[in-house]
C-alpha cells in the first residue's frame, strides 16, 4: 500500500526556489509520485494540486509541474527560514528537519510568543537538512518557470454576526463553543457530523454572535474553585470514565510526570486556552498544581487506560538481570580483512538487522539508566544462521539459568531451545522477531502478533462497530476465504467468476442502508481492484462505505491506483507498527540520529521498543509474568498486550487498526 507514512530515506536533493517559481520535472523511467514527492521535499497532494491528471498515475517522459520548496536561503545568516502551513506543529517541523526540538524553539522563542501560526516564517537550526546543488541527472530534467498565476476562491472568514462558523486549524470543540457562549453537547446536537471528529473547513450551526475574548485580564474575576468529584466506572475491559462534576470551572490536580501535552489530549482544550487560564504554566508544569479546567455544566473525559506507561510506577529493588542474545556471529568475521568486513555489511542483510535491532536497545538502556532503573544487562552472541546455534553453549557458560528476562535469539526455533534450556526456573524467553506461533512452552513469549492475529483484529474491529461486512475475494486466495468462512460466518461474499470477474448485481445487492458497509478486497489484481473501487465509489451516495484490506498488498503501490481514491474511500488495514509523531518519538530520532549519524529504522526502533519494556516490566516490583498478566503497554511503535495461548506460553496481541486520511496520513482507529 502507499508508504504514506514513512520517512523517504533516498533524499536525492533539496533544491531552493523562490516562492514565485515553480520546477519542471520530467518523469525518468521507475519513477513514482512519491520518490517526486521526496526528492522536491513536497507532499504528494502538493504535485496532484498542480497536476490534477497525475492522480491517474505517471509514466516516463511525463512533465510535472513541481511547487518551489517553503525553505528558503535566509540571506548571510546560517539558518534556514519555513513557512509554517495548516496542521503543522513544531514537533512535526523538527522532525522533518531532522533537528532538535529544544533548539528549534529556542531559536524561535521570540516568534513563538503566542504559539505557532499558520503563515508564520520560523527559523531552522543550521544542523537540519543540508541545502544541495541538485546532480547532474536533476538539472538535465528540471528548469525554473514562472509560477502560473491561481484563481483561489477567497477563505470563508468567521462572521461574528452570522449563524455559521468555519473550522480553522487548531480550532476546537471546546474553543468554538466557549466563543458562541455554548456547551460542547449543543454544538454537537446543532452539528452530529462532527462527535467524531472536527474536520477544518466544517461549516458548523453556531447559536447566537461570538463572544468577543477581547477583555482586559484585570477585569476578569477568577472563578472560585469547586470540588471535585470523581466517578470511576468500568466502561469495558479496555475504558475507564471518570467524570467531573462541576459549575463554572473545575480544580484539576497535575499528577505525577504529566506535561503540557499530556494535560491537553487528558482535558480536551488546546495549550492556548490552558495557558490563558493558568498563566503560571508559562513557567513549567509541575506536580500539585491546581489547574482550572474551563466550561459549563459537566465534563466528561473519556481516558484510555488500557494501556499503562510504567515509568510512573517504577520501584525500587534488587538488582535484575537482563539478557539480549543477538547473532552478531562474530567467530565468522573475525579473520576478516577490513575490506571483506566492510564487503560483508553491504551484503549482509541480516548482520545489519542484528547491527540495528543492538542499536536501538543500547538506546533503551541508556534511557533505563537515566530513570534509575536497577537492572545489569547482558549482551552476548548467539551464534546462530537459519539451521544452526551456538545456544546451548551460550547458556550453560554464562548461567542464563539465573536470569530474570532473556531477549532472544532472533530464529523462532532457536528461542524455543532457550525457553527449553532455562525451563526448569522459568526463565521468560522473549521471542523478538519471529511470527511464527511455535511450540507450546510456558516461558516463552511472542512479542510479534502472528499475520492471523493482524486479520482477526480487522474482522473484531469491523464486528465491534457493527458494519456489514462485505468480501471480495480473489478464487487464488482460497486460504483466506477459508479463514473468513471459518472464523467470521456473518460476513457476506461478493460473487466472482474464475476469471475474476465481479458479479455487479450480486455486489450492489449486498450492500445496507443502516450502518456501514465494509468491503474487504482480497486480491493483488489491478484490474479488480479499480473495478470493485469503482462501483463502491458511485455507490457512496446512497450507503456508507469503507475499503478494508485484511494484509499488506503491494498492488496499491502501483500508479494505477490513485491516492484519492484510497484516502475517500478511507482504506482501513491492520499493522503492527504505527506512525508516531509524540514528542517522546521526536525525542528518540533526534537522540538516536546524534549517536547514529542516521534516523532509526523499523529494526532499531523495534529493538529499542522491547528492551526497553522489558526493562520497565522488571522494575514494577514484581516478576516479568506478573507484569504481563497485569499490564498491557504502548511504546514508541508496537502494542505489548501478552495473553495466554489455547496451551501454553504467551503471545502478544497488540495489533493496530490504521485508516487513511484525507491530509494523506494515516492514524490509529483501535
Known amino acids: 500500500m502507499h508508504k504514506i507514512f514513512l520517512c523517504f530515506l533516498f533524499l536525492v536533493t533539496s533544491v531552493v526556489f523562490a516562492q514565485d517559481k515553480v520546477v519542471k520535472h520530467t518523469v525518468e523511467k521507475g519513477e513514482t509520485i512519491f520518490k517526486i514527492a521526496g526528492i522536491y521535499k513536497v507532499t504528494v497532494a502538493e504535485i496532484f494540486r498542480l497536476n490534477p491528471a497525475a492522480e491517474k498515475g505517471i509514466k516516463e517522459n511525463d512533465i510535472l509541474l513541481i511547487s518551489g520548496s517553503v525553505t ?165 475491559k479496555s475504558e475507564t470514565t471518570s467524570t467531573i462534576k462541576k459549575t463554572g470551572y473545575a480544580n484539576y490536580e497535575v499528577k505525577q510526570k504529566e506535561t503540557l501535552y499530556s494535560l ?60 539480549l542474545l543477538l547473532p552478531f556471529n562474530a567467530t565468522k568475521v573475525q579473520s576478516d580483512t577490513i575490506n571483506k ?44 544462521s537459519k539451521l544452526t546455534s551456538n545456544v546451548e553453549k551460550v547458556v550453560k557458560e554464562n548461567n542464563l539459568q539465573n536470569a530474570d528476562v ?3 535469539p532472533f530464529y523462532q526455533q532457536h528461542a524455543e531451545k532457550v525457553a527449553e534450556l532455562v525451563a526448569e526456573k522459568n526463565v521468560p524467553v522473549i521471542s523478538p522477531l519471529s511470527k511464527e ?11 510479534m502478533p502472528p499475520a492471523d492475529f493482524a486479520k482477526s483484529a480487522i474482522f473484531d ?75 463502491m465509489l458511485n455507490d457512496m451516495k446512497n450507503y456508507e462505505i469503507q475499503l478494508v484490506i485484511m494484509e499488506p498488498n503491494e498492488t496499491l503501490n502501483f500508479e494505477e ?21 509524540s514528542p517522546e518519538s521526536v525525542l528518540f530520532e533526534t537522540d538516536y540520529k546524534k549517536k547514529n549519524k542516521i534516523l532509526p529504522n523499523q529494526f532499531a526502533t523495534r529493538g529499542f521498543d522491547i528492551t526497553f519494556d522489558t526493562m520497565l516490566r522488571l522494575s514494577q516490583g514484581k516478576t516479568f509474568a506478573e507484569s504481563v498478566n497485569e499490564d498491557k503497554t504502548e511504546q514508541l511503535e508496537s502494542k505489548f498486550e501478552y495473553a495466554k495461548k489455547d496451551s501454553e506460553g504467551y503471545i502478544n496481541k ?12 494515516v492514524k490509529p482507529v483501535n
Open 72 to 236: 528558503e536561503s535566509d540571506g548571510n545568516s546560517s539558518t534556514k527560514t519555513h513557512l509554517v502551513k495548516a496542521k503543522e506543529t513544531l514537533y512535526s517541523i523538527a522532525r522533518d528537519y531532522k533537528v532538535a526540538f529544544a533548539d528549534l524553539k529556542t531559536l524561535n522563542e521570540a516568534t513563538l510568543v503566542d504559539g505557532l501560526k499558520i503563515g508564520q516564517i520560523i527559523r531552522i537550526p543550521e544542523d537540519g537538512l543540508t541545502t544541495v546543488t541538485p546532480t547532474k541527472e536533476v538539472q538535465k530534467t528540471t528548469e525554473i518557470v514562472e509560477k502560473p498565476k491561481e484563481t483561489v476562491a477567497e477563505k470563508p472568514k468567521n462572521d461574528k454576526t452570522s449563524n455559521f462558523h468555519i473550522v480553522e486549524a487548531k480550532e476546537t470543540k471546546f474553543g468554538i463553543a466557549k466563543k458562541y457562549g455554548m456547551t460542547v453537547a449543543e454544538l454537537e446536537e446543532l452539528n452530529p457530523e462532527i462527535v467524531a471528529n472536527l474536520p477544518i473547513g466544517f461549516k458548523l450551526n453556531v447559536k447566537g454572535n461570538a463572544v468577543s475574548s477581547e477583555v482586559s485580564s484585570n477585569k476578569v474575576e477568577k472563578p472560585k474553585p469547586v470540588v471535585i468529584d470523581y466517578e470511576i466506572k468500568k466502561a469495558d
Open 264 to 323: 491537553t489530549q487528558t482535558l480536551g482544550i488546546t495549550q492556548d486556552e490552558l495557558i490563558e487560564l493558568n498563566p503560571s504554566l508559562k513557567e513549567g508544569v509541575k506536580e500539585g498544581m491546581i489547574l482550572l479546567v474551563p466550561g459549563k455544566g459537566s465534563i466528561t473525559i473519556i481516558g484510555n487506560s488500557k494501556y499503562k506507561d510504567l515509568t510512573k510506577t517504577i520501584q525500587s529493588q534488587n538488582k535484575k538481570q537482563l539478557v
Open 341 to 384: 568486513i566492510a564487503t560483508r555489511l553491504k551484503k549482509d542483510s541480516f548482520l545489519n538487522m542484528t547491527l540495528d535491532f543492538y542499536s536501538g536497545a543500547l538506546m533503551a538502556i541508556e534511557y533505563g539508566k537515566s530513570l534509575g532503573l536497577n537492572i545489569d544487562v547482558k549482551i552476548l552472541d548467539s551464534e546462530e
Open 406 to 408: 532473556i531477549i532472544g
Open 437 to 447: 506461533i511455535g511450540k507450546p512452552l510456558p516461558n516463552l513469549y511472542q512479542s
Open 461 to 535: 474491529y469491523m464486528l465491534a462497530k457493527k458494519g456489514n461486512i462485505i468480501v471480495v475475494s480473489d478464487v487464488k486466495r482460497q486460504a483466506n476465504k477459508d479463514f473468513i468462512t471459518k472464523n467470521y460466518p456473518s460476513a457476506s461474499f461478493a460473487i466472482v467468476s474464475p476469471t475474476g470477474s465481479l458479479d455487479i448485481a450480486s455486489f450492489k445487492s449486498l450492500f445496507k442502508e443502516d450502518g456501514m458497509n465494509y468491503v474487504v478486497l482480497d486480491t493483488e489484481k489491478t484490474g479488480m481492484i479499480l473495478s470493485t473501487t469503482n462501483l
Open 561 to 581: 491506483i490513485s491516492m484519492k481514491r484510497l484516502t475517500i474511500l478511507k482504506l482501513l488495514y491492520p499493522s503492527l507498527t504505527r506512525e508516531n509523531a
Open 654 to 665: 497488540g495489533v493496530y487498526i490504521l485508516e487513511y486520511q484525507e491530509d494523506l496520513t
